[in-house]
C-alpha cells in the first residue's frame, strides 16, 4: 500500500467540544439526562464529560461572544453509538417522557442503521444510533 493510501494510526473521532450559552443547564442535560459521567473540570467556564470511550468538552460562551450557529457556521449534528436497536428505542422513551425535544422521531436508514435524532438545550442536534458496521467497536 502506497504511503499516501495508508490510514493514519488513529483510534477514531471520540471527541467534540461544543460551546455554550449556560454550561450548568448543559451539564444537567449531558450528566442527569444521558448520563454521562464528569471526567475533569478545570474551572466553572469548561466541563469535560464522559460515556467512558470518548470525550465531550463543553466550554461557557464568554460575555458578548457569538455562537457559531449566528455567525453561520454550523454543526449539522453529532452523534451517539448504541449497541443495538433495543437500546434506541429505549432512549428515545427516556428522552421523550424527560421532555426532550425530539427533532426526528426513531427511523430505519437505507443503509440498515437504525436512529432518532434530539436537541440539547442549545439546540445541538443529538442523533442516537445503531450502525452496524461500528456499533460492536470498542
Known sequence: MSEEKRPLPLRGLRHLALKVTDIERSRRFYEGVLGMRIVWEPDPENLYLTLGSDNLALHQIAPGETLASEMGQRLDHFGFIAENESIVDAVARKMQAAGVPIVKPV?????????????????????????PHISGVP
Request: net charge negative; glycine share 8%; charged share 30%.
Open 107 to 131: 427511523k430505519r436508514h437505507r443503509d440498515g442503521s437504525y436512529s432518532f435524532y434530539m436537541s440539547d438545550p442549545d439546540g445541538n442536534v443529538i442523533q442516537i444510533l445503531y450502525e
